[in-house]
């Protein structure tokens, strides 16, 4: 499959709706912002101080004073306005991120979230996610299916948590899944993929959807 990443941050884009505040994490995620549909007006926050995030500029065109807060360059839309982090963090603690997009080292059938450190290794800083995830009206992971073939989808947590019981949804390239009070519901199956595959590619069991359609 051709540019995986690509793929789930389209989809992921569409679960935003017209006028809605979002927090992209690091990563995969700031690749959403690049798919919003014509005519969909999103405004995109950035922990590190401002609102009104547009696409990635285009290479060569980089503004050095415009970084998100994984330090990538990034464009602002009109009407952009930028604060310091005390305002950024009033704004995702007060509730006022309707939805926030992260990407996970792994995530449980629980909701649980683990994607802040390994243990051992070297780590930058915690960041904003564990406010994001308690903060956000709604946490969808964005993420590939598995590491290198190992399970990122899990009964339970193997890594330190970010936070418990968060999430609502994750996307892989593989396909879309609701957190459920009875577990992980698979509401979406990519066709290149079947369900003996997506089975063997979670950690976890899946319930699928009576109404189970296809990821595009």
């Known amino acids: ?12 884009a569409k679960e935003l709706k017209d006028g809605d505040v979002v927090n992209l994490g690091i990563g995969l995620p700031t690749m959403v912002a690049n798919f919003i549909p014509e005519g969909v007006d999103i405004t995109f926050q950035s922990e590190n101080g401002f609102l009104g995030l547009g696409p990635a500029p285009i290479q060569g065109e980089e503004d050095i ?10 464009t602002v839309k009109p009407g952009a306005c930028f ?3 005390a305002a950024s963090f009033g704004i995702i603690r007060g509730g006022h991120v309707d939805a926030t997009i992260l ?26 996610a564990m406010d994001l995830v308690v903060g956000a009206k709604k946490v969808i992971i964005a993420m590939q299916h598995t590491n290198k073939g190992k399970h990122k ?4 947590c193997t890594l330190p948590y970010t936070a418990v019981g968060v999430v609502d949804l994750i996307i892989t390239e593989m396909g879309v899944m609701e957190i459920t009070s009875s577990g992980v519901l698979l509401k979406e199956l990519h066709p290149d993929y079947t369900l ?4 063997e590619a979670t950690g976890c069991e899946l319930t699928v959807s009576s109404d189970l359609k296809p990821m595009l």
């Open 65 to 74: 004073d415009l970084v998100n807060a994984g330090a990538q360059y990034v």
């Open 103 to 128: 990407g996970s080292l792994e995530v449980d059938e629980h909701g649980n979230l683990a994607n802040w450190i390994v243990p051992g290794k070297m780590v930058p800083g915690m960041g904003g």
């Open 83 to 85: 604060f310091d982090s």
């Open 153 to 156: 989808i899990l009964k339970e």
């Open 196 to 199: 003996e595959q997506i089975r």
């Open 1 to 12: 499959m051709a540019d995986i990443k690509g793929i789930i941050a389209a989809r992921v």
